[in-house]
T-cell receptor, first 114, second 116 residues
Framework: DAGVIQSPRHEVTEMGQEVTLRCKPI?????LFWYRQTMMRGLELLIY????????DSGMPEDRFSAKMPNASFSTLKIQPSEPRDSAVYFC????????????FGQGTRLTVV | AQSVTQPDIHITVSEGASLELRCNYS??????LFWYVQSPGQGLQLLLK??????LVQGIKGFEAEFKRSQSSFNLRKPSVHWSDAAEYFC??????????????FGKGTHLIIQP
């Protein structure tokens, strides 16, 4: 397996625009996590899914953020409208089972909102 | 809610010297404990994890960590560092659960610099 695949690797957008980040988890993994990494706040869990169902979205900062997982092999994180403070590296991770199994991380999407 | 403290933002170690990165956690019981490493521009890779049992756990790349319940610590060690160990290191915790799953709560990270 190629690992967790995220796209794009880099995204630069203007404030107010919609941004969609994509993630393909490792095949067979039942859990998918979205994290955000900033200098100020470090790595924060935004939301996670189990079998395509959102389990905990308490980390999603605002209603401008939404995440979907329409099938086992694809998830999106959308920001609409984007703001400069959303600039960060967004990581997707997947794991075979829950917290007791290793989470494999993608290489991240570096988002810059100008 | 659980929290993780990595008191050292930066650590500089000479190549070949020993290394210890500190991690303290706050949680009502014994959480699951992890150490991840992040190389520049890369995602995170799991070095090792502790769930229960032997408090000294071995990981990849020659790393080990020791869980000390009395100190709420899970420090990472390596007897002899290599230049390739230069990276960002994250300690993380998760609440043990039987049914559901929680994501990881990360510390702010320790940036490891290796001097030649």
């Amino acid at each position: 397996d190629a690992g967790v695949i995220q796209s794009p690797r880099h995204e630069v957008t203007e404030m107010g625009q919609e941004v969609t980040l994509r993630c393909k988890p490792i095949s067979g993994h039942d859990y998918l996590f979205w994290y955000r990494q900033t200098m100020m706040r470090g790595l924060e869990l935004l939301i996670y899914f189990n079998n395509n169902v959102p389990i905990d979205d308490s980390g999603m900062p605002e209603d401008r953020f939404s995440a979907k997982m329409p099938n086992a092999s694809f998830s999106t994180l959308k920001i609409q409208p984007s703001e400069p403070r959303d600039s960060a590296v967004y990581f997707c991770a997947s794991s075979l089972e829950g917290v007791g199994t290793e989470a494999f991380f993608g290489q991240g999407t570096r988002l810059t909102v100008v | 809610a659980q929290s993780v403290t990595q008191p050292d933002i930066h650590i500089t170690v000479s190549e070949g010297a020993s290394l210890e990165l500190r991690c303290n956690y706050s949680y009502g019981a014994t959480p699951y404990l992890f150490w991840y490493v992040q190389s520049p521009g890369q995602g995170l890779q799991l070095l090792l994890k502790y769930f229960s049992g032997d408090t000294l756990v071995q990981g990849i790349k020659g790393f080990e960590a020791e869980f000390k319940r009395s100190q709420s610590s899970f420090n990472l060690r390596k007897p002899s560092v290599h230049w390739s160990d230069a990276a960002e290191y994250f300690c993380a915790v998760a609440a043990p659960s039987g049914g559901g799953a929680d994501g990881l709560t990360f510390g702010k990270g320790t940036h490891l610099i290796i001097q030649p």
